[in-house]
């Protein structure tokens, strides 16, 4: 942890005068990503920092965290009122497509459809002078690699990209995706940060 405190002091140290921040971990189901632990350290020194903090777990279609959980997650450093809940069906604003013939690109022509990129609207209107994805990257089944965009475009996402990015990854197959950094829904989530 004391390498982590100092880690997060040294990324914290290039920003001033923050007002408004959003820290967005993975949720409950990665309670072993360390990202817990990291809210827990990045919270208590943004708000010494002055800003007004929030915390919004990338939940993607999974059910939000319950009480116990986020005390297990973030052993009380955040207070409920802080910690926000996405909802994938209504909460998200579309901020642009990815083309179908970039997807049919990335998947051999296997897949061939547009995929619009929703986020939730706390990202585009919310008024963050600094947004925080935290976490592990690990290997993930999916995206290759879990976390980094993942967690806005999947996590924070709304159904067609979290559908359409999940069934391009199905039809590509497994084994070009488990533990492959540029694995073709990596692609997806780059194309989408990128434009």
């Known amino acids: 942890l004391e390498k982590a405190a100092a880690m997060c002091g040294e990324l914290l140290a290039q920003y001033s005068g923050l007002k408004k921040v959003l820290i967005v971990?993975?949720?409950?189901?990665?309670?072993?990503s360390f990202a817990g632990e990291l809210t827990q350290i990045l919270y208590p020194r943004l708000k010494a920092m002055g800003a007004e903090v929030k915390v919004i777990p990338a939940l993607?279609?999974?059910m939000p965290m319950s009480a116990e959980e986020k005390e297990k997650f973030f052993r009380g450093v955040v207070p409920?009122?802080?910690i926000l809940v996405h909802h994938w069906q209504s909460d998200t604003a579309v901020v642009g497509k990815i083309p179908a013939d970039f997807v049919r690109d990335i998947s051999k022509g296997l897949y061939d459809t547009e995929?619009?990129?929703?986020v939730n609207r706390l990202l585009v209107d919310g008024g963050f002078d600094l947004i925080l994805s935290v976490g592990q990257v690990v290997?993930?089944?999916?995206?290759?690699m879990a976390n980094y965009s993942k967690n806005l475009f999947v996590g924070l996402?709304?159904?067609s990209m979290i559908n359409k990015s999940h069934m391009c990854s199905a039809i590509c197959g497994m084994e070009q995706a488990l533990g492959v950094r540029d694995c073709p829904a990596r692609q997806l989530y780059d194309y989408a940060q990128q434009h």
């Open 80 to 82: 409920e009122e802080d």
């Open 115 to 118: 995929i619009e990129v929703e």
């Open 25 to 32: 971990p993975p949720d409950f189901t990665r309670c072993y």
């Open 157 to 159: 996402g709304g159904r």
């Open 60 to 62: 993607g279609t999974h």
């Open 139 to 144: 290997p993930h089944e999916v995206v290759g």
